[in-house]
């Protein structure tokens, strides 16, 4: 025990009735108040609200309280708030600790008994826990004011320009060759219906620009160290071959003898493996494709400035950043072969096909035919790959059902004798789009409510939609001149990127956010943030704004700091007991721990900067000197021993 | 074993993927065990044998340590580090007469409030059914205050 005289309040909130519907509070109080060192227990309807929080304040300095117990819902959610409480009230906030007594309790269990007996347990065992805590002081470090976007798309672009107008340093780097992502790729964003590649432009003219902001294509992270404010990153960059110099004259173009599908007019043209993007392109510079590329040579020799090198190698950059916006995007769902008919006929195509259809500047001139043909019976189903299909995220993609109404009103502008049928299981225009789905109607295309995903047949040129309307409940067949498949959002490479920064996952396959609600743009590790359809589906205004977000919460991080407060949950060794083993510092992944001498003896050391606080260190040292603070061995002990009912 | 024993377990779960895939549970409304009680460390590599040794000297049934799945521990490589823990440790039980399914070493992300409540109630079951740990109590803290001596 720390001290004799230990004082512990413990909290006891209703939280409404999520609590105390089920947990007899009032019990759990009493019970409390009945273990020794406890001098006060109280419940109350919300712990968090102001009333709640002031009871704790006025306890900690009316009952001089040395330690203090909050039971209510998971740490999660108001750990920080309750912290902040008690350190407003002049107490040490580690000598605080949280019991989870909503989500693992009274949301999870029916019977009343047994769940007050539960929560009885858990506030014994935290009780027995913080008369173990000890004060800590909070960790000061440095601060690097530099952010590193990984992802150029529209949320990136946003939020690189937020930094940089803010004054910060910016990296942003993208895997592609060029800059604009996604949205790139997009002919119509719907409702305002503009052109992607001149929706980014401005961004990225105004980006490129600054001088404090420094783009790099073709790269990757491929590691990352240390922690918030001073991450040190390194960066893979493929080999770009291609110097400034290059004029866009394209004679290498023409030059090159490798053709490959074109995968920014959605693979409907070919292109060399030396190939502009697109027209608006940034970098603007002709890129070589290295996976298409034989090095054959042929385009140095039609470069008429010599601005291609083919013996230049990959280069490491490392960057040292204090905060971290992953913005990586999504990857359209491709359809099987075969689902949907899809790759059977040239007539079913994705709706990023379309884009490129539709697009004065794609494969057709804008002209809406295929084949040559003007295809006059359209059918769209919607939700491919989202909420139907052979591999589905069951995440709603939130663009498509305003993109669809608007590319049938598209359509209908260029050909108005087309007949449009829109397969949808459920339609969402919301906000200012829903006047969209209305003038699709005024327009005279069909929707068809299914249930039952639709099936596509291909019987030579014919294509026939078999679907089961569900308003009517009826079976309707249409044969198709073209079919549309609206495809979903997946995430991109999402189980790379968290590996390297030590993310997690939503079910769907998505970057976790810190919290959907109350922490959006955050992941749970501090300085790294999520902008974009990375967390999940969003549309491109959307984006925008998360990418604002996560560059204003790293800005408040960064901003005129120059050090910040870093919890001070890490290992500490105690010199005394080290016999210098140095096991931990072969355990510790962070390199966090080195050796020093204490006059002759050889001990261990921790950089307090550097510990990310796993306490795996603590766990192997044979000799108890490594503690991992605020789980120190007989803190947890004491949990362990109160489990069986010992409190000491 | 009479039908009113219920079995009592430790759980010790890591903050990023395992806690929180409980936290999902309870806000999934999904029902769980309720013998299950939690004790929150940072990363499942923090778990020290000697906490569990602890526990079933205290008197519990089971034990649980969860942390994320390999490749996915916050901190890279906690889990591997609790993996070979326990697997040595689970030797260590047998020796001194604990049956090793007491306990269990389990990877649930944060998004596995299933797989949370697969887990606590397939490890209820089986401790029903294996029955109380209790005999054996004094003879495990004799061994136990003999290793940290
Ligand atoms: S943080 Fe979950 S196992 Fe390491």
Redesign the interface.
């Known amino acids: 025990m720390r001290d004799k005289d230990v004082r512990i309040g413990v909290y006891i909130c209703h939280c409404g009735t999520n609590i105390a519907g089920i947990v007899d509070v009032e019990e759990v109080a009493r019970y409390a108040s009945s273990i020794p060192g406890v001098v006060v227990a109280r419940h109350y309807t919300f712990m968090c609200s102001e009333t709640g929080q002031n009871m704790i304040k006025d306890d900690i300095k009316n009952l001089k309280l040395n330690g203090v117990v909050v039971a209510a819902c998971?740490?999660?959610l108001h750990e920080v708030t309750f912290k902040n409480a008690v350190k407003e009230a002049g107490l040490n906030p580690y000598l605080f600790e949280m019991v989870?007594i909503?989500?693992?309790?009274s949301?999870?269990?029916?019977?009343r008994r047994?769940?007050t007996?539960?929560a009885k347990?858990?506030v014994r065992?935290a009780i027995a826990k913080v008369k173990e805590l000890e004060p800590l002081e909070e960790v000061k470090a440095e601060v690097v004011n530099s952010v590193l976007v990984v992802g150029s798309g529209v949320a990136g672009l946003s939020a690189a320009l937020t930094l940089a107008r803010a004054g910060l340093t910016v990296y942003i780097i993208d895997k592609r060759p060029v800059l604009g992502g996604f949205v790139t790729r997009l002919v119509n964003i719907a409702p305002i219906g503009i052109r992607g590649r001149e929706f980014v432009k401005p961004m990225i003219d105004e980006l490129v620009e600054m001088p404090n902001v420094k783009v790099l294509t073709n790269a990757e992270v491929i590691s990352v160290e240390g922690g918030v404010g001073n991450f040190k990153v390194r960066i893979r960059q493929r080999p770009t071959y291609i110097s400034d110099l290059c004029t866009l004259c394209g004679y290498c173009e023409k030059a090159c003898p490798i053709e490959v599908p074109n995968e920014y007019e959605g693979k409907l043209t070919m292109r060399k493996a030396i190939y502009l993007p697109f027209k608006e392109a940034y970098p603007p510079k002709y890129v070589i494709d290295e996976n298409a590329c034989t090095k054959c040579g042929k385009c140095i020799d039609a470069c008429p400035v010599k601005a291609i090198d083919l013996s230049v190698k990959e280069r490491y950059i490392d960057l040292n950043v204090g905060a971290i916006i992953i913005a990586v995007g999504h990857e359209p769902y491709e359809p099987d072969k075969g689902e949907f008919g899809y790759g059977l006929t040239r007539r079913v195509i994705t709706s990023l096909q379309l884009e490129r259809l539709l697009d004065e500047e794609g494969p057709t001139g804008g002209r809406f035919i295929i084949d040559g043909k003007v295809p006059k019976t359209i059918v769209f189903i919607s939700c491919v790959g989202s909420l139907i299909g052979n591999k589905t995220t069951n995440a709603c993609s939130r663009r498509c059902c305003s993109t669809i109404t608007y590319d049938t009103l598209k359509i209908l502008s260029k050909n108005p004798d087309s007949h449009i049928y829109i397969l949808y299981r459920d339609i969402r225009t919301y906000g200012f789009e829903e006047e969209l789905y209305w003038k699709a109607l005024e327009n005279g295309v069909v929707f068809v409510k299914f249930e039952e995903p639709p099936k596509v047949e291909v019987m030579g040129d014919k294509i026939m939609v078999y679907v089961r309307e569900a308003t009517i409940n009826k079976n309707i067949v249409i044969p198709a001149d073209l079919v549309v498949l609206f495809v979903g959002m997946t995430p991109s490479n999402a189980g790379e990127i968290?590996?390297i920064f030590?993310l997690?996952?939503?079910?769907d396959g998505f970057i976790?956010e810190a919290h959907l609600k109350l922490r959006p743009a955050e992941t749970?590790?501090e300085g790294i943030f999520l902008a974009g359809a990375a967390a999940g589906p969003k549309g491109v205004m959307e984006s925008v704004i998360h990418g604002a977000a996560a560059a204003s919460k790293a800005l408040a991080l960064l901003l005129n700091k120059k050090y910040i407060l870093r919890e001070p949950?890490v290992a500490k060794v105690d010199e005394e007991l080290c016999s210098g083993c140095l096991i931990c510092v072969g355990?510790c992944?962070?390199n966090a721990i080195s050796v020093k001498y204490v006059g002759e003896r050889r001990v261990a050391t921790v950089n307090p900067l550097l510990c990310?606080?796993?306490?795996?260190c603590?766990?192997?040292c044979p000799s108890g000197a490594m503690e991992?603070n605020g789980?120190k061995?007989k803190q947890?002990?004491a949990?362990?021993?109160a489990?069986?009912g010992?409190v000491v | 074993m009479s039908s009113e024993y219920e079995p009592?377990v430790?759980m010790f779960t890591c903050n990023?993927?395992s806690y929180?895939a409980?936290?999902?549970?309870?806000?999934s409304?999904?029902?769980?065990p309720?013998n299950i009680?939690?004790?929150?460390?940072?990363?499942s590599?923090?778990?020290?044998?000697?906490?569990i040794m602890?526990?079933f000297a205290?008197?519990?049934d089971g034990v649980i340590v969860s942390g994320?799945h390999p490749?996915?521990?916050?901190?890279?490589?906690?889990n591997y580090?609790a993996l070979r823990?326990m697997l040595l440790l689970r030797k260590l039980l047998e020796q001194l007469g604990i049956e090793p399914e007491r306990l269990r070493l389990e990877w649930i992300?944060?998004?596995?409030a299933r797989k949370f409540v697969e887990i606590t109630t397939d490890t209820v079951e089986k401790l029903r059914k294996l029955g109380p740990l209790k005999p054996r109590l004094d003879y495990v803290r004799k061994i136990m205050e003999e290793v940290v001596k």
């Open positions: 998971s740490p999660a989870n909503r989500e693992h309790c949301w999870t269990h029916t019977d047994l769940a007996e539960k347990d858990l065992m968290v590996r030590k997690s996952r939503t079910a976790r749970p590790t949950l355990m992944p962070f990310m606080g796993c306490g795996t603590a766990a192997a991992h789980f061995d947890i002990l949990q362990v021993r489990f069986a010992v | 009592k430790l990023w993927c929180a409980a936290d999902l549970a309870g806000t409304r999904m029902k769980t309720h009680r939690i004790v929150r460390v940072m990363c590599g923090r778990v020290d044998p000697q906490f602890e526990a205290q008197g519990a994320c490749g996915d521990c916050h901190y890279m490589e906690g580090k823990r992300s944060a998004s596995e």
